[in-house]
Structures are given as C-alpha cells and as structure tokens.
C-alpha cells in the first residue's frame, strides 16, 4: 500500500504543524501533500519547515482560495501521478482525530471508500447543539433517500478512497465543493459499484482558526441533491453500504 495523506489547507497556522507531527506518529509510512490555497498567515511555509524535519511532506501550493473539492481533486490527481493506491481525507484542525486513521485503514483493506462516520453505531459528535445535529442528520438522510445512497454520513470529510474508487468516480469531473463535494464523491462511488463502508468516529468542532464552512455551502449541496436525484430513475440499482 502507498499511503497519500491529502491535506487542503487555507489560513491554518495554528494548527497545520501540530497536525503534520500527529500525522507523522500515527502513519509513519505515509507521505503527507500540503494542497495550500494560498494561504496569507504562512500556512505553507510552516509546513514546509516542519516538513523538513519529519520528512515525506510535500507542499502542493495553489495560487488561490480553489474550495475543498479542487483542493481535493488536484491532490488526487498529484498522488495517481506519483503511483499512490489509497487516499486519505483529513481536515487540518484537528476535527478529525488523526489517531483513529489506522481503524480506517483496516477497514479500506476490504473496501475501497471507508468513510469516518457520525451517525452510524458508536459515532458521536459531543459538542453539537441539538438543532445543529439535527440539521446535518436530516440533510443526509435527505441525500441517502434521494440518491440511494445507503450511508449515514455522505457528508463526511474523515474518508479513505483507493485508487480504483477515484477512477470509478472520475473524480476530475467532480465541480462540487464543501458538504457537495463529499455527496456527488458518495453518489460516483455508489453508481461505479465501488465498495464502501462506514466506520465511526467522534467529531470535534476546530478549537484553533475560522471555520470554512458556510450557510451557502450547504443550501448548494441540498440542491445539488435535489438536481442529481431527478437522474435516478436511470441509474443502475445499488447495493446497499456495509458497516465496519
């Protein structure tokens, strides 16, 4: 297995060398790329000095705020390039924990997407407001109903993805981005008969630096569902998620 590590950031100094230090210690093996929007507070640069230190870091720098799902694309896109087999999805404040990224890669031994999921058995989200959690859990079962997705979480950015699924995806024609980008990524991998999983994870709010993420972001995403579910009728049927 050659392990890629693709982490989009954008503004986050505070967190980005922490993250690359946790990375380091929890997949040894793995090469980590830096996919930087450009960053104004020096995100990059951080990351590159404490990459020389750690090694196998790679700094891919765009030249401006692309989105999470063009960060996402031109970093799969550098790692097929390079011979990398398997992908790994990671948001760099630490709302993902790094440390369960090992129980996701022995699920992605069997299957070839492995989301880290809040809302299947043993999923948590300790810190949400009840109409937040409400909110997100409503928004995807409304994309697993509409596009027969069969997964809990099609939102979730904690994912592990093989070479052969993003070619069953065609992840280079993928235009959506935030909550979007990881639904159409789910809705592809499902129509190309990719196996996919779920294994649970506890996510935590970012404690350092803004969040990204915005009321437009997810009014997009609910109506990209909507548009791609007026094509369901001609989709292939799907078989149904299993659970790790």
């Not at 799902?69 to 790094?98: M, N, Q």
């Not at 437009?216 to 078989?239: H, M, Y």
Request: with cysteine; net charge neutral.
């Amino acid at each position: 297995m050659r392990l890629l590590v693709v982490l989009p950031t954008y503004n986050e100094a505070p967190n980005v060398q922490a993250m690359l230090r946790e990375l380091r210690a929890t997949v040894p093996e793995a090469t980590i790329l830096v996919v930087d929007d450009a960053s104004p507070d020096g995100t990059a640069d951080l990351a590159r000095r404490v990459g020389r230190d750690l090694g196998q870091v790679e700094i891919l720098a765009r030249e401006g705020k692309g989105g999470l799902g063009g960060a996402y694309r031109s970093g799969f896109a550098w790692g097929l390039e390079r011979g990398f087999d398997t992908f790994v999805e990671i948001d760099c404040d630490f709302s993902h924990d790094p440390r369960v990224l090992p129980r996701l890669l022995a699920a992605a031994v069997d299957h070839e997407v492995v989301i880290g999921s809040r809302y299947v058995d043993g999923g948590t989200i300790p810190r949400w407001k009840l109409s937040r959690r409400l909110l997100s859990r409503g928004g995807n079962q409304y994309a697993s109903v509409m596009l027969g997705l069969k997964v809990a979480d099609s939102t979730a950015g904690y994912r592990i993805y093989s070479s052969s699924a993003l070619e069953k995806i065609d992840f280079r024609s993928v235009t959506a981005d935030g909550y979007g980008f990881q639904i159409e990524m789910t809705y592809r991998a499902r129509r190309g008969g990719a196996s996919i999983t779920e294994v649970p994870i506890s996510f935590s709010d970012r404690e350092k630096g803004e969040s990204k993420m915005s009321s437009s972001i997810v009014v997009e995403a609910l109506w990209l569902v909507t548009k791609w579910a007026l094509t369901r009728p001609f989709d292939r049927s799907l078989n149904p998620v299993q659970q790790h």
